[in-house]
């Protein structure tokens, strides 16, 4: 028999402690010990809760539980008491099982050495893309081969947003509260639409992929709250459609002939709709994975809510427990060498760049010679007249630009140029272009 502690019972632990009490003889035959949930530390003692479960079972005592458990599952998130009571767990050898995104990726070094040397596991499947299994094939069924790049589609919430303003045109905040109220959103918000918990994932995935230290302060990142109504209407009149991608790639440093490097980055990106992670809609998440040699892969499942990341959870709950059954040490092993992150010279990428212009003879010309002065190669351009007669003088025009691929830096000086010109009134979008 393993004690298992359960830190929180909201929407994940919840699930978790269900399928626990549900499921035992099942899940003894799968793991080789009866998984006996020993207690479920919460904060507050009377909440109700989304499952009915014995009230015996809950204490506000989280340390008091963790020293009497031979696994530990922190669903409580947030990085303290977490990172303590998942300390404190490992220190006693216990091993622990974590959806934590935004702990692992600020102190995920730190913890995984402590795993080490006290021969724990610290599981974290559940951590980036709720329950889709994509920690588990990078680290063990790619582990032979050479990951290239991942581009994932990896928050719920922002995906679930930029999905209804796409296909019904719903203005964002009555998307985002939909989403709250579904259950996908962090519980402030902020941590969904500024990007920040795609940035945890990315900084997470990079650092499996690449087999180096990868944290959240070294994600360039950015969120969907700039996206506009016209980027997405603009964006479905040309063919593509808008995602918030977390992209993590080897790249070479320099001029693109340097040392190898790494680039993690996330932001509102668009993609052609025939790619196929363009197929992916509502809540669901997806990660596209290429290999030197596997190719092209890609996960697709349910990123967020309550069963679905208690799935996640409880597939690390028994092969941790078969390992402690088997008496095997533990395996944390994440990085293994220190790849330098690439600056903004590193980034190649193409982009979409809205301009509102006064529709003037000579105004194209000169727009397009800034491009050409950073050595920007235009792809294809559109305008769209706005109020105002034709040519009149009077009269502005949207232009939209999709360039070939160029460095984030000749990007940046482009667009700081382009502002400066007098017939520009502002620029309205620039968003990276992928599956180009
Ligand atoms: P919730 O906010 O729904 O639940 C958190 C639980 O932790 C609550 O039961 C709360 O107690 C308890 N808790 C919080 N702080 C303390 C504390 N100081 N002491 C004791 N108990 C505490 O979170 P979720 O279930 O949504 O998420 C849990 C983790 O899983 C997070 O790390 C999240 O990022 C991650 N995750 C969540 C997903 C989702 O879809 N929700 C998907 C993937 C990962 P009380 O109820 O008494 O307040
Ligand atoms: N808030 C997250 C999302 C939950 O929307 O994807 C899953 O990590």
Redesign the pocket.
Known sequence: MLKVALLGCGTVGSQVARILLEDGDSLAARSGARLELAGIAVRSMDAKRDVDLPRELFTDEAEALVDSADLVVELMGGIEPARSLILRAIRKGASVVT?N?ALLAQDGPALFEEADRNNAELSFE?????AIPIIRPIRESLSGDRITRVLGI???????ILDQMDTTGAAFADALAE?QRLG???AD?T??VEGH??AA?AALLATLAFHTPVSLDDVRCEGITKVTAEDIAAAKDSGFVIKLLAIAELVRLGDGDGAEGTSVRVHPTLLPREHPLAAVRG?Y?AVFVEAENAGQLMFYGA???GRP?ASAVMGDLVSTARRLVAGAPGRTDTATRRLPMAGVEGIFTSYSIGLEVADQPGVLSRVAAVFAEHGVSIEAMRQTLGDGAAGAGNSRAELRFVTHRATEKALAETVADIKNLDAVESVTSVLRVEGV
């Open positions: 959806g995104k559940a951590a980036v893309a709720g990896v928050n719920g919430t922002t995906n679930y989403a996908y959103a962090e918000p941590a969904d918990d795609a994932k809540a998440n990123g967020a809510g990341t």
